[in-house]
């Protein structure tokens, strides 16, 4: 879980964290009680549905304005790591 | 009348709009009186993450102008704090977290720029759990934030620093965010008025997402007649946020008759919970009996899932959580810990930058979106909430809103439930069901147990607000609570008179 949520843990979060999600999930499991056979999901509680504008260009954030948060910038982007080349060694 | 420091940061706003108005007071002189005061109590309190003194003083002689040009609106001149997860152009913006230190907008939220196109001062960010995760204020990666009550007690969460902000005197107004009860039981907690709106009330860009279908921006005041200002100021549609509501907003101070004869109010017995403190449940009885001396009449009613809200809320906020939290990944902003490969600078970025709790619900958002397990939990969570929101339709159909306490417990002592978290999740369970069903709800004091704040809420259908408000200031007016406020101890180098 923590791979597929780009977490890095420590041996003793991952102890820790293991008992107290158990701990939590046993409570959940309360929901299990109820049955929803034939009952819709519900997603969000709005009565809107596809919200959209416009399509007329506006003014936008100057692009300066957005990178001076960036750790790492470059001619105007951000900068991060070759992924392509080392895509066989980053999936295993 | 007023003369002295300690009494201006004891007005409430629209005490304070008057004397601004009349001139009696500057919107200086105020700005001063809470700057003193956050020097003098909040090295103990812990309220602000950031205060910004610079930008107070200028928004206040700003708003002197405006005052004397006859061009003040309501909140012109009123010192305010922010949560930190609102975002600010002239002040970072953390959400209590590591992985944002130093982090600066390049734009303001929705909601902060209605204050400063009103004039409000802004008197800092204050302290939050982390990404608004926690309901005790104890997961600020930053500080802790005391109770003004009871400083060994925690102000609640995760809107800690805007509750005891209020209360404490260190500002007259705040906003906060509450995704299942952030505003709610930390107003609860230190004895003020907090407002969760219905969701798409208020617009929420420039809002640190925590659960996006959740969240909503809300505020505290010392008074439910500031929180009808403060609503005021803040409630409309926003053209930037496709959740927000084009639902005309009304005059909420002109709902405030202080007449509730003939209005139909509903009891849950499923507010009633075992490990409810006697004193809640007494003062809690009481001001519901007030209610009905003050013409209302009580109905029972049913809201049978009541007890599964909780669990329901812990799937669906983590799973939103794991997803909203996915942006921060050490390219864009905040932290960045770098390592040979882009995702161990993921997981270093994240692995350090992110405390406990943010970490633990990312887990559990993703254990429950993951494959195989996605239906038993994201969609049987979401059923679930159909039911829940089924429950209050149906109520809406008998009443005109439903009473219940705000928390089973009052202020617990800081570090009393941080190893244990879903003790910690248990001081939501009266205000999570809001959250799921979307409807507004508004806690206001109703009494004391063993010295510390006990809190009415007042829950009702959306867009009722207006509604709830009228109920909470019939039963605010007919109290002494409001007139209550905590006192501080100066620190031990510091005289007092």
């Known amino acids: 879980m923590a791979e597929l949520a780009r977490l890095g843990l420590s041996d003793a979060e991952i102890t820790r964290m293991q008992d107290q999600l158990s701990s939590i999930l046993e409570h959940i499991a309360a929901i299990d009680r109820l049955d929803t056979d034939v009952i819709p999901p519900t997603a969000q509680v709005v009565a809107m549905t596809n919200v959209t504008r416009p399509d007329v260009v506006t003014a936008s954030l100057p692009r300066e304005a957005i990178l001076e948060n960036a750790p790492r910038q470059s001619e105007g982007f951000f900068e991060v790591h070759a992924i392509l080349g080392a895509a066989i060694e980053d999936a295993s | 009348m007023i003369d002295s420091p300690s009494q201006l940061t004891g007005l409430t706003a629209a005490e304070a709009t008057r004397s601004l108005a009349s001139r009696e007071l500057s919107a200086v002189e105020l700005t001063e009186a809470y700057l003193k ?99 005790s204020n104890e997961n600020s990666a930053f500080k802790l934030v005391r109770n003004p009550w009871s400083t060994d007690r925690v102000p609640g969460g995760s809107s800690g620093g805007p509750a005891a902000a209020v209360a404490a005197g260190l500002a007259a107004v705040s906003l906060g965010s509450d995704t299942g009860g952030s505003i709610r039981q930390p107003a609860g907690f230190c004895g003020v008025v907090g407002l969760k709106p219905t969701y798409g009330r208020v617009s929420r860009l420039g809002l640190m997402a925590f659960a996006s279908s959740l969240d909503q921006i809300g505020p505290f005041s010392r008074s439910v007649e500031d929180t009808a200002i403060t609503l005021q100021v803040i409630a409309g549609h926003d053209p930037q946020d496709s959740t927000s509501s084009r639902e005309p907003v009304p005059d909420y101070r002109a709902a405030l008759s202080g007449d509730i004869t003939g209005m139909k109010i509903g009891v849950a017995e499923e507010y009633s919970v075992e490990g409810m403190e006697p004193g809640v449940a007494t003062a809690v009885d009481r001001a519901v009996e007030r209610l009905r001396s003050l013409g209302a009449e009580l109905v029972r009613v049913s809201l049978p899932h009541t007890e599964y809200a909780l669990p329901t809320y812990y799937i669906t906020a983590p799973a939103e959580a794991s997803a909203n939290l996915a942006r921060y990944d050490g390219v864009k902003y905040g932290l960045a810990v770098e390592a040979p490969t882009l995702r161990e600078t993921y997981e270093r970025t994240r692995g350090e930058g992110f405390g406990a709790e943010v970490k633990r619900r990312i887990m559990l958002g993703t254990y429950a979106l993951s494959s195989g397990y996605y239906d038993a939990y994201y969609v049987k969570a979401q059923k679930v909430r159909t039911l829940i929101k089924r429950d209050f339709d149906e109520a809406w159909g008998k009443v005109d809103a439903i009473v219940a306490p705000t928390s089973p417990t009052v202020a617990f002592p800081l570090g009393a439930r941080t190893d244990d978290p879903y003790q910690m999740y248990l001081a939501d369970v009266f205000t999570i069901p809001a959250n799921m069903a979307g409807i507004p709800g508004v806690a206001v004091p109703c009494g004391f147990s063993d010295g510390l704040p006990v809190s009415l809420q007042i829950l009702g259908p959306p867009f009722a607000e207006a509604t709830i408000l009228r109920v909470a200031d019939a039963y605010e007016r007919s109290e002494t609570w409001a007139a209550r406020r905590p006192r501080l101890e100066p620190a031990a180098t510091t005289s007092q008179p």
């Open chain 2, 37 to 135: 005061r956050i020097e003098q109590f909040d090295d103990e309190l812990g309220v602000y993450l950031h205060v910004m003194r610079e930008t107070a003083l200028a928004q206040a002689a700003a708003a002197d102008r405006r005052l004397t040009a006859g061009d003040a609106t309501p909140l012109t001149g009123i010192p305010v704090a922010l949560k930190d997860v609102l975002c600010t152009i002239d002040a970072p913006t953390t959400a209590g977290s590591r992985i944002l230190e130093g982090f600066r907008s390049p734009y303001d939220a929705t909601v902060v720029r209605r204050l400063r196109e009103h004039g409000a001062v802004f008197l800092g960010k204050a302290n939050t759990d982390e990404f608004a995760m926690g309901s």
